[in-house]
């Protein structure tokens, strides 16, 4: 079976801390994305890798930087921890095939900043 | 670029009835289209989807969706609900030699005994 590993599942940071979200997918999958998860607004979309060292913004890429070292990890950085970031994290690996296409998502990082 | 609405953030319905949660997507190119459930305390997971073929596709569960590009709609139902299927419903869209991947705002589907 499919595995997106995502290394916390809770996480409490302070304001203007340096926070890490490492996300890891077991299928050689090369498109990786980072989404925030917020109530009434569904999943937006942060970055976005289509490869190794290859990344793209997504709609709210501000605040936020990624880091793709290698073909199974994509992490997503917070440089400065906002209070405004408080959200749930999910990371997504997508297969694409002929004629097929399907996102495996992570089970999330809840994140918590004081 | 492509855009993603639901209309209904939530949507209460009695055990055995029938629903239907709205989604309508803008795209000026053919895309992909996907409903994925998130079970309360759950991650995500691919419900159904349309790739090509058949406008009417289903799940295992007795969902089904039909794509209808004239309304560019991906309306998803099902014909009696029960209480497990509470849960919030995201649509989705992704464009054929396009990267991304959009999410519409969910919708809240609340089953009641």
């Known amino acids: 079976d499919v595995k997106v590993t995502q290394s916390s599942r809770y996480l409490v940071k302070r304001t203007g801390e340096k926070v890490f979200l490492e996300c890891v997918q077991d299928m050689d999958h090369e498109n990786m994305f980072w989404y925030r998860q917020d109530p009434g607004l569904g999943l937006r979309l942060i970055y976005f890798?289509?490869?190794?060292?290859?990344?793209e913004k997504g709609d709210i890429p501000e605040g936020y930087s990624v880091s793709r070292e290698k073909k199974e990890r994509f992490s997503l950085i917070l440089e400065s921890a906002s209070t405004n970031q408080t959200s749930m994290y999910l990371c997504?690996?997508?297969?694409?095939?002929?004629?097929?296409?399907?996102?495996?998502f992570g089970s999330g990082t809840q994140l918590s900043v004081l | 670029a492509q855009s993603v609405t639901q209309l209904d953030s939530q949507v209460p319905v009695f055990e055995e009835a029938p629903v239907e949660l709205r989604c309508n997507y803008s795209s000026s190119v053919s895309v992909y289209l996907f409903w994925y459930v998130q079970y309360p305390n759950q991650g995500l997971q691919l419900l159904l989807k349309y790739l090509s073929g058949s406008t009417l596709v289903e799940s295992i569960n007795g969902f089904e969706a039909e794509f209808n590009k004239s309304q560019t709609s991906f309306h998803l139902r099902k014909p009696s609900v029960h209480i497990s299927d509470t849960a919030e419903y995201f649509c989705a869209v992704s464009a054929y030699n396009f990267n991304k991947f959009y999410f519409g705002s969910g919708t809240k589907l609340n089953v009641k005994p």
């Open positions: 890798s289509y490869d190794v060292k290859m990344k």
């Open positions: 997504a690996s997508r297969y694409r095939g002929a004629a097929n296409e399907k996102l495996f």
